[in-house]
């Protein structure tokens, strides 16, 4: 029988880690189980390794255009074993990492798989039993299998790819984001169903690398949560390197043959038709990793695969909370990691507000990359919001012209009464790195007064923010 | 360079006072620590000190002006060497007493040295002006093209762009609004809550005054509806409507009385009220106190140490029964209760024109002569207004005492966030049944007035239960 932990997280993904350190933070006596992986989905197989991937793709684009920079590149390849080793190296230095992160902050690491008995009543803590597992070595200084007893039991399990059914993944043909990361060669040609940012994210890579890649989408949009002239303007792009896309198609039937994989399409219009490749990525979004928890024998209550909270993560049965994928969209690694330490923060006592979930951005790392936070000029027309829409395009840009970048858009939408900053858009170089100066401004309530005061370095990307804000008020100045 | 001497914040929560009186005259040498002013707030009446040395050149706020914004300048010194006469004369802060919208705000350049989190000092803030003479008083309205709005100018009421916005678009004073953010920072959602109705009394009567028929009647202060924060009544229009013209005298609120108004409102409007009454016989105290009284040590000129009276034994006796229930030692606090080790009671003392409520600290621990010279000493400095905020906050309960005006019983308002508060009664002799035959006591009846959502009804008993145990047996007070 162990001592009692003040706060004991089931994940140590991002949401998981971040608030087991938060909780550390707060002089919570803390630990955090896993059952294969420090860091996640996100810093194993998901965010971090293919930044990697992207990176190597995004060099050999440039090596394959050095021409167009002036300078000589003959002989150009790749390794695609050694491109893959890079992604896992990256990988393991991070996951490494945060081993060393939670030992020094005294966070204990529990190694297994954890099942939720009960939840803390009155002065009885909660238990949680942990159960062996074969799926991954224990990191060094774990503890192992057994029963541990917690105040406050937080539920950060994360998500898995969704499968449809006829379209299970099999590892070799049909592949999720797992076997996409690690190719042992690269396939000559690529279905990719679900145009989201993981399907966009990995049709960028393999046609970079030269694969045939069709994307092929059941909504009418690709990008769907993005705004639609930013999707109309990326989609434009993808085709002109080569990318082909379908969107409003479903896919009805897959077969597989040797080494080559048929899916059967049907449009909206009721025309079938149908692709062949040599792989097929399924990457029609996650689940939340909520079974085998126990939730159901204690009562909690979720809604279509999600647990319900309260916005500051506590569910319906006191002394278990649930932060990250499992507590609902936006599945990313950001809101889970918000979440988590607003969670702990209420478990603490500290004044927590929920979180603003339409202030957190999102960003896809394909070519161009797109990145996005707050409303969209069709929800907020949907929603009856007088806006002021600013749009700037790249080829206006000085720095965007000398980097070679002239295709994109930087895109902001006020509220035409109030000024309030309600969403911004961009598609094009570097845009993952500039949404974040919008994203504070809105989180510190600027209006656009504030932002056509600011003085933006020359010559930068960051320039086109502040004209879009200008071209909202017409004022713009480069175009 | 010119010092500039700003009008003080004497608590945290201060947002404006009125300048009382100038100790100083234009001309006046100033060394650190003389007296420049003094300014009346709510309630209490501080001193400014000079922290620089120069002479007082100019005087910009005169005295009995009310209302000026915490950080507005109040007076320039000149500092030594320099000619007090050649200093420009900078427009004084409180450019907005009611007059038009458009009056030039503060330069923007201003340093605002004063407007830390938690500027609490009471002196005022140092600002060095442009070199090369740059008149504030030129402050025309500048490329940012801003009228300041209340409370703007000294930047003392910390809000969000896009609150003040909405505020100023819907008629809503800022400086009245309760901010939720980071340090008290009012956003969006402080000022849509106002609009909702949350703070009612927030909405500022000179916008509407905006219209030009309401601009050419010079917006005076008896036009604003309910001042003093009532929530909902007539407006000063309505009332004074009922009436003949000619037939009152208009007496314009001070700090206090507008204190006294929002506060009590604020409670019955908000405290769920209920009120428990009970006799106690004084008999025993009445000798006990006559005893302790007779037997003070004297000094030289024959007077006594102290002089107890029935009220210091009242306070003590709740002291002490707060402390055998510790549960009723507690108040409100939004979402949760905070429950106190000590008893901190307040007394209200009357004062010409309003009240005070100074506390006794950890009353359960101080001997009756002490609390009596505490109180004497409170007492004599709240007629003269000296309290220091510190001295008249905080506490769980406190005692009325209208018993030397011959009230009988009566019911007192809690005084926020307070939990409770006793209303005593005078002493006097009753005929009450003793053993089966009428037998005559001296007895007063008290009557609690209780937060219910703190102290439910039994628990109120039984905190009277052992008031009227210690009164009625005074000698367990003396140990």
């Known amino acids: 029988m162990s001592d009692t932990y003040d706060v004991l997280i089931i994940g140590a993904g991002p949401g998981g880690y971040v608030s087991a350190i938060r909780a550390a933070q707060l002089g919570l006596k803390t630990a955090v189980v896993d059952r294969e992986h420090l860091g996640g989905i996100c810093l194993n197989w998901g965010c971090i390794p293919t930044k990697a991937l992207l990176r190597s793709a995004e060099i050999y684009h440039y090596m394959q255009h050095a021409a167009d920079y002036g300078l000589k590149a003959d002989n150009v390849g790749f390794d695609t074993s050694a491109i893959v080793k890079r992604s896992r190296g990256v990988s393991g230095r991070l996951n490494g990492g945060v081993g060393m992160l939670l030992k020094k902050n005294k966070v204990d690491v529990i190694w297994g798989e954890a099942a939720i008995e009960s939840a803390a009543e009155g002065n009885e803590p909660g238990r949680v039993t942990v159960k062996e597992t074969k799926r991954a070595e224990a990191p060094k200084g774990a503890k192992g299998a057994g029963s541990y007893s917690a105040k406050h039991i937080v539920v950060a399990t994360g998500a898995r790819p969704r499968v449809l059914p006829g379209i299970e993944p099999d590892k070799s043909l049909i592949w999720t984001y797992y076997e996409a990361m690690v190719p042992e060669t690269m396939p000559k040609s690529l279905l990719v169903m679900g145009s989201g940012a993981i399907g966009i994210e990995f049709a960028s890579f393999y046609r970079t690398m030269g694969a045939e890649v069709t994307v092929i989408e059941l909504l009418p949009q690709i990008l769907p949560v993005e705004d639609p002239e930013i999707a109309a303007i990326a989609r434009k792009r993808f085709e002109k390197q080569g990318i082909r896309i379908l969107t409003g198609a479903k896919v009805t039937k897959v077969e597989k043959g040797s080494g080559s994989v048929t899916a059967t399409v049907e449009d909206d219009k009721g025309a079938v038709r149908q692709l062949t490749a040599e792989k097929l990525i399924s990457a029609v979004g996650v689940v939340g990793n909520i079974e085998n928890l126990g939730l159901e024998k204690l009562g909690v209550t979720i809604e279509r695969g999600i647990v319900v909270t309260d916005g500051l993560g506590r569910t319906n049965v006191p002394g278990l909370y649930a932060i990250g994928d499992v507590a609902g969209p936006p599945m990313l690694a950001h809101k889970a990691e918000h979440e988590g330490v607003i969670c702990i923060e209420t478990i603490k006592g500290l004044h927590a507000h929920p979180m603003d979930k339409a202030k957190i951005p999102g960003c896809t790392y394909c070519q161009p990359q797109i990145a996005s936070v707050g409303l969209s000029e069709a929800k907020a027309k949907e929603q009856g919001i007088p806006v002021k829409v600013g749009r700037f395009p790249f080829a206006g840009n000085g720095k965007a012209i000398a980097l070679g970048e002239p295709d994109g858009l930087v895109k902001t939408l006020f509220h035409a009464k109030t000024g309030q900053l309600l969403g911004a858009h961009m598609v094009g170089a570097e845009v993952t790195e500039l949404i974040q100066g919008y994203v504070v401004a809105m989180n510190l309530e600027t209006t656009e007064e504030e932002l056509i005061h600011t003085v933006f370095p020359h010559p930068t990307l960051s320039e086109m923010m502040h004209e879009s804000v200008l071209d909202a008020y017409g004022r713009v100045i480069h175009t | ?479």
């Open chain 2, 1 to 479: 360079m010119p010092i500039n001497v700003l009008m003080p914040a004497l608590s945290p929560t201060m947002e404006k006072g009125n300048l009382a009186k100038w100790l100083k005259k234009e001309g006046d040498p100033v060394k650190s620590g003389d007296v420049l002013a003094e300014i009346e707030t709510d309630k209490a009446t501080m001193e400014v000190e000079a922290i620089d040395e120069g002479v007082l050149a100019k005087i910009l706020v005169p005295e009995g002006t009310a209302d000026v914004p915490v950080n507005d300048l109040i007076a320039v010194i000149a500092e030594e060497g320099e000619d007090p006469a050649s200093i420009a004369t900078p427009k004084a802060g409180g450019a907005k007493d009611g007059g038009p919208k458009t009056a030039p705000a503060e330069p923007k350049n201003t340093p605002d040295q004063n407007a830390g989190p938690d500027g609490s000092h009471a002196s005022y803030a140092r600002v060095d002006q442009a070199p090369d003479g740059a008149k504030p008083d030129e402050g025309k309205t500048n490329g940012a093209g801003r009228a300041t709005e209340a409370g703007g100018a000294g930047g003392r009421t910390f809000a969000s762009p896009l609150a003040r916005r909405i505020a100023k678009q819907e008629g809503i004073d800022i400086a009245a609004v309760t901010g939720s953010g980071p340090h008290g920072r009012v956003i969006q959602r402080d000022v849509q809550a106002a609009i909702e109705g949350g703070a009612a009394e927030a909405r500022a009567a000179p916008a509407k005054a905006a219209t030009p028929e309401a601009a050419a009647t010079k917006p005076e202060p008896t036009s604003v509806p309910a001042a003093g924060g009532v929530a909902t009544g007539m407006t000063t229009d309505q009332v004074k409507a009922l009436f003949e013209p000619g037939s009152y005298e208009e007496i314009t609120l001070d700090g206090m009385r507008k204190t006294i108004a929002k506060r009590l409102v604020e409670s019955k409007q908000t405290v769920p009220h209920f009120y428990l009454s009970i006799d106690v016989e004084l008999d025993a105290l009445l000798a006990l106190r006559t005893q302790v009284n007779e037997g003070a040590a004297k000094d030289k000129d024959g007077k006594p140490a102290f002089k107890l009276s029935v009220n210091d034994f009242v306070i003590k006796g709740l002291a002490l029964a707060l402390q055998r229930v510790p549960n009723a030692n507690a108040v409100w606090a939004g979402d949760r209760i905070l429950k106190f080790k000590n008893s901190d009671v307040g007394v209200a003392v009357a004062i010409e024109g309003g009240l005070f409520t100074p506390v006794i600290r950890r009353a359960e621990q101080k001997t009756l002569s002490t609390i009596s010279a505490e109180m004497k000493d409170l007492a004599g400095r709240a007629r003269t207004r000296k309290l220091k905020p510190e001295e008249y906050q905080g506490g769980s309960t406190a005692v009325s005492n209208l018993g030397m005006f011959g009230i009988k019983s009566f019911s007192a308002v809690i005084n926020p966030p307070h939990g409770t508060i006793l209303a005593v009664g005078g002493g006097e002799a009753r005929v009450v049944a003793k053993d089966g035959a009428p037998a005559v006591v001296q007895a007063m009846t008290v009557t609690l007035s209780v937060d219910h959502r703190v102290v439910d009804g039994a628990l109120g008993a039984e905190l009277l239960a052992a008031f009227k145990g210690l009164i009625e047996n005074p000698m367990g007070m003396l140990v």
